[in-house]
């Protein structure tokens, strides 16, 4: 037995240690029961806060976070006259479907949360689906956008960003009208993985009606280089090349096309764009870049929580320093629909299994109008309980900024067509 | 207008009287391919050159080679954006502040190695598995998630060569790749502490006989190696993009270059590098992108079953 000169004993330490873990080990349930008696509603939130996803993730929590600080600062959500908080918990999916499964499982399980607000990907948000129709708690994505999520007609999730296959093929269509002298070919390349992908096809599946012609379809593994690709489809020379993924790969594009001095009249991309991580990452090379939105500060919609689209993006901005982007609106609208849908059920927290069942069915009849805008949910269709409501728009990063240019009775400065030469 | 793309020929059609048009677009692609994969493979031997060093004289497989290439994709960042320098400026910047980092590192990691404990080389792959995932989460926590890119002056930057575009950046990073080997080739067999190493390498007990401090040398080892993969890093944030999650990529292509190189190979790691850039952009190019993966798998399964020690035979 080691001692030291104040007699100190290492039979002493590591028994006062076990003494101190078992205390705290017994301890646990009291204040988990303490936390519990109080009334409020549990929300769960899963999404990437590690992972290649990362970003994207923290983009959802900030907008979910963002709802959950305005509705509690009001006293949280009114039932019956009474408001009650929402208590909002974390699991991270590690930008890894199954992981987010589990973490699903654990909110619900362990957390005994409410309702989940759902992954910041569409390949995590498919694998949650499930967990939710087991639990039989409803679940409201803020940010999935894939086809597939919807093709499963799954009955607990709910989503509010129209599905890409409606917004890129459209936004292809009124690219290709603004531009002048008109388009005529397209690349398109989508990166492999879920949402991306799908991203991809979307804008593939646009290409007719847009009167374009496809030279290339090209699909790129996440973290391959880019030179080869680009350098193809420039021997190609197309009008209009169109990419479906997410930022970083979005800003590999840009920079790989100009290391090979390279650039069609056209770039137009689907997520990340908006991000206003994209242009401070690319700086003036960003300049030129289309992309589609569903929402953005200027739209002329409002209510009650956050006021005007302009007001949200203003408060968001005063948050987290960075203008909001679509998702990061979506996720704080998916507050919005919760909170209707605990007014209509007219329950009381704390819910029982039951009242999550009939939650779920609150929610499939909503129909509001919000600072993102209409929100209501398919009932049938390839889009079951998708959003399909707002319209997208094109925007262009011009001067920095994220401005819209399409379609002509949405825009706020023209469209640039074709781009310069790079600087 | 668009500026001219890279693809058709600034050859005069009239100089090949017996070839077509579409014969001479053929074969500009075929040039431009080639060039773009010696160019990946130097960028790929950038950061897998050093990688060899730390196995050939401590014998541990560092999973935390990622966490350094990030880290020096980070300072570079840094010191555009905070002090409004050329991203070049951060390239022995790394080199001294990660090659002391490293240093300090490197004892750990001898000690491990060196361990009594059952299995030691899976204890020291275990703690650099848990140094990587420490600098991922650090850098995650202090500096966020948002993607950030190094601004040089060789950004965008490229001059033509007849048919070809050559990217700067790349060249810059494949100039220093060579530079790289050819410097360490001076140091390991020009020098008396590049023998030193070498016997080490090749039997450390007899070396520790010889006089060589051993875990001295693990230190300097590992400082070096560090340094040099974080100089690295500030070319690729040049040339992708930097954020803490994108350090496993690089770890992996280390681990596929140390593979095909054969393990504790430096010369085999140039080597394997231009190998799997080229075999990339030709799969890439001529057979569709998501097949590259595939490709590179194949042919480190196939140099495992015909040479275990690497295409040069000379791995450890």
């Known amino acids: 037995m080691s001692t030291n000169d104040k007699g100190f004993s290492r039979r002493k330490f590591l028994g006062g240690s076990a003494v101190a873990l078992t205390a705290g080990t017994l301890g646990m349930p009291f204040v988990r029961t303490a936390r519990a008696q109080a009334a409020t509603f549990k929300a769960g939130v899963i999404t990437s806060l590690s992972g290649d996803n990362i970003l994207g993730g923290n983009l959802t929590k900030r907008g979910y976070d963002l709802w959950a ?16 908080k929402v208590d909002m918990s974390y699991g991270d999916d590690q930008s890894n479907p199954a992981t987010g499964a589990d973490a699903a499982e654990r909110l619900i399980v362990q957390n005994e949360v409410d309702v989940l607000f759902g992954p910041y990907t569409s390949g995590s948000t498919i694998a949650v689906q499930p967990i939710c129709q087991k639990y039989q708690v409803p679940m409201i994505s803020g940010s999935a956008e894939s086809p597939n999520v919807w093709k499963a007609k799954p009955e607990f999730n709910f989503g509010i960003i129209p599905s890409v296959d409606t917004t890129s093929g459209m936004s292809l269509a009124v690219l290709a009208k603004l531009s002048n002298p008109a ?5 398109v390349i989508g990166v492999n993985e879920p949402f991306s992908k799908e991203t991809g096809e979307g804008f593939r599946d646009g290409v007719k009606a847009a009167g374009l012609e496809m030279v290339a379809y090209e699909l790129v593994p996440p973290e391959g280089d880019l030179t ?40 137009i991309m689907h997520y990340g764009v908006t991000n206003p991580a994209f242009a401070q990452a690319l700086g003036a090379d960003a300049d030129g870049t289309t992309g589609v939105a569903v929402w953005l500060p200027t739209v002329p919609y409002k209510d009650d929580l956050f006021g005007t689209a302009k007001e949200f993006a203003e408060m968001a901005q005063k948050k987290s320093g960075q203008e909001p982007d679509y998702t990061e609106a979506g996720c704080a ?37 919000t600072f993102y805008g209409p929100i209501k949910f398919e009932k049938e269709g390839p889009h079951y309980h998708d959003n399909t409501q707002p319209v997208p728009v094109l925007i262009q990063i011009q001067g920095g900024k994220t401005i819209a240019v399409g379609p002509k009775e949405a825009a706020a400065a023209p469209f640039i067509y074709p781009l310069p030469a790079w600087k | 207008m668009p500026s001219r793309p890279c693809g058709l020929a600034a050859v005069k059609i009239s100089a090949f009287p017996f070839s077509s048009r579409r014969t001479v677009a053929a074969l500009d692609l075929f040039l431009q391919t080639l060039l773009n994969g010696l160019l990946i493979g130097g960028v790929i031997a950038t950061f897998t050159i050093a990688f060899q060093l730390t196995f050939g004289v401590l014998h541990v497989i560092d999973f935390a080679v990622g966490g350094w290439v990030v880290l ?23 080199f001294v502040l990660f090659g002391i980092l490293g240093y300090l590192i490197g004892p750990i990691l001898y000690n491990v190695r060196n361990s009594r404990t059952a299995r030691p080389e899976l204890m020291a792959l275990a703690l650099t598995f848990g140094l990587f995932t420490l600098l991922r989460g650090g850098m995650l926590t202090f500096w966020g998630f948002n993607t950030h890119s190094v601004p040089t002056a060789l950004s965008g ?22 530079a790289i080997a050819g410097g ?28 060589v401090n051993i875990r001295r040398l693990s230190a300097n080892v590992y400082g070096l190696y560090a340094g040099i993969t974080a100089m690295a890093g500030v070319l690729m944030g040049s040339i992708y993009s930097v954020n803490p999650e994108v350090g496993l990529r690089y770890t992996l292509f280390a681990f596929f270059v140390a ?20 075999i990339e952009a030709f799969v890439s190019t001529y057979v569709g992108s998501s097949y590259s993966l595939l490709a590179i798998f194949t042919t480190l399964f196939l140099v495992l079953l015909i040479s275990p020690k690497g295409i040069l035979r000379r791995g450890l």
């Open chain 2, 184 to 211: 360490l080739f001076l140091f390991l067999y020009r020098t008396r502490y590049g023998l030193a190493i070498r016997a080490t390498a090749e039997n450390r007990h007899n070396a520790a006989l010889m006089g």
């Open chain 1, 69 to 84: 600080d305005a509705i509690n600062a009001k006293g949280g959500v009114e039932v019956g006259g009474d408001r009650f």
């Open chain 1, 228 to 267: 080869p690709v680009i350098s193809k489809i420039a021997a190609l020379n197309p009008d209009v090349i169109a990419v479906g993924g997410h930022e970083e790969p979005l800003i590999n594009v840009v920079k790989t096309c100009k290391s090979l001095n390279y650039r069609p009249k056209a770039l």
């Open chain 2, 72 to 94: 020096g994709g980070y300072l570079g960042y840094f010191m555009a954006a905070g002090l409004g320098v050329d991203g070049f400026l951060a390239i022995p910047v790394a």
């Open chain 2, 259 to 278: 593979v095909l190189a054969g393990l504790g190979s430096v010369g085999g790691a140039l080597v394997a590098a231009l190998m799997l850039g080229v």
């Open chain 1, 333 to 369: 609208a998916s507050g919005l629909v919760l909170g209707d849908a605990l007014k209509r059920l007219g329950k009381k927290p704390a819910l029982k299994p039951e009242d999550r069942v009939a939650l779920k069915d609150a929610i499939a009849e909503t129909d509001i109008h």
């Open chain 1, 183 to 187: 388009a005529k070919t397209i690349a």
């Open chain 2, 157 to 178: 930057e490229s001059f033509t060569v007849g048919p070809v575009t050559v990217p700067l950046i790349r060249v810059a990073a494949a100039v220093f790749a060579i």
